[in-house]
C-alpha cells in the first residue's frame, strides 16, 4: 500500500510537534515546514485538519502554532489515514480491476485478502506513542532534514 504526501506530511508534522513539545509550548508552522522540507501552504491544510479532528491544539498571534493534547499520542494510525483521505475502498482491487470481489477474483484477490486484513490490524493497533518510542537514535533524521 502506498500512501499519500498528505498522510506522509501528517505523521511527520505530529511527530515533530511531540518530539519538540518537551522544549517549547508551541511550534509554529514555518518552522515544521522548513525543517520537514515540505510546502508550508500544503501542511498548513493539514495541520488544520489535525486540529479540527481533535489530534493538536493551535493558537494564533505571535506565541501562536500547533502543540499537543491528550489525544495526540494515542492517535492511530488508521485516524491519520482517514483524515488524509488515503483509506482504500474496502474492496478494491490491488491490481485496480474494476469487477474484483469474492464473487469475480481477480488472479491475487485471494492472497491479498489476507495481507489486506493483517496491514489493516498494524495501522489499527500503531498509535503515534508507538512510533515516538522508536528506539533508532536516527529517527529524528528519518523525519527531518536537521
Known amino acids: 500500500m502506498v500512501f499519500s504526501k498528505s498522510f506522509g506530511y501528517a505523521v511527520r508534522g505530529v511527530l515533530y ?15 515544521i515546514a522548513e525543517k520537514l522540507t515540505v510546502p508550508r501552504f500544503f501542511l498548513g491544510k493539514i495541520m ?23 489525544n495526540t499520542l494515542k492517535t492511530t494510525l488508521i485516524k491519520l489515514i482517514e483524515i ?21 477474483p481477480c488472479p491475487m484477490h485471494q492472497e491479498t485478502e489476507v495481507l ?23 529517527f529524528i533524521r528519518s523525519i527531518a532534514t536537521t
Request: charged share 30%.
Open 84 to 104: 488524509t483521505g488515503d483509506k482504500d475502498e474496502p474492496d478494491s482491487c490491488v491490481l485496480r480491476f474494476r469487477k474484483c470481489n469474492k464473487l469475480n
Open 116 to 138: 489486506r486484513k493483517e496491514w489493516n490490524n498494524l495501522l489499527q493497533t500503531t498509535t503515534l506513542e508507538i512510533l515516538l518510542a522508536n528506539p533508532n537514535p536516527n
Open 48 to 70: 488544520q485538519k489535525m486540529v479540527k479532528e481533535g489530534i493538536l491544539e493551535s493558537g494564533k498571534g505571535k506565541y501562536g502554532g500547533f502543540s499537543m493534547n491528550e
Open 17 to 31: 510537534i511531540a518530539i519538540m513539545n518537551g522544549d517549547r509550548k508551541r511550534i509554529q508552522l514555518d518552522e
